[in-house]
């Protein structure tokens, strides 16, 4: 995993995920049908087990894997990475924010615009993309929020629940204004 510094919010602290992060609550998430209903985890059953080499797949590659925490509490609430493409300066990056009692009060927008800056800023990329299911309007939001562009359209690439869904594509560049 690629060494990042902590990077702090007013209310969160995203720091690397570490083996303190894999705890049974952080598994139920994943397992959780509400948590993962737009991600391609619905399609799993995670155990312990799966989360540590999922964990683990981070070690000697270029890529980012992060905890959210709550600032005061110190509670782990989520996790976001990053897939870095050195060459060509580019990180696609996703969320999760597990602990449902934390939807719909911007820590997912908070984190996302602290984790984007870090990138452009401490990691050198140029470009961020991320993409989502069209029937995700927390994580679009998210995206269009932070000023991401839409970048691209997979025209019904995914199932869900037995019907065609597009995939929409929207990416941030380095050159933006602050």
Not at 78 to 83: D, I, K, L, P
Not at 143 to 158: A, K, L, P
Not at 168 to 178: N, T
């Amino acid at each position: 995993m690629a060494i990042s510094s902590i990077i702090e919010t007013l209310r969160l602290i995203i720091e690397p995920f570490s083996e303190k992060h894999l705890t049974q609550r952080y598994v139920n998430w994943l397992n959780d049908k509400e948590v993962v209903k737009y991600s391609e985890q619905r399609h799993k059953q995670h155990t312990f087990e799966s989360c540590k080499k999922y964990f683990e797949s981070f070690a000697n590659t270029p890529n980012y894997f992060w905890a959210i925490s709550l600032r005061d509490t110190k509670a782990h609430i989520g996790n976001m990475n990053a897939y870095i493409n050195t060459m060509n300066k580019v990180a696609d990056i996703g969320i999760l924010l597990g602990d449902r009692e934390m939807w719909g009060k911007g820590y997912g927008l908070e984190a996302w615009k602290a984790v984007c800056d870090h990138l452009f800023d401490n990691v050198g990329i140029r470009k961020i993309t991320a993409g989502t299911l069209v029937l995700n309007t927390g994580m679009l939001n998210i995206m269009i929020r932070s000023g991401m562009i839409e970048d691209g359209r997979r025209i019904r690439h995914y199932l869900f629940e037995g019907r065609e869904v597009d995939v929409l594509h929207y990416a941030l560049y380095a050159y933006r204004s602050k």
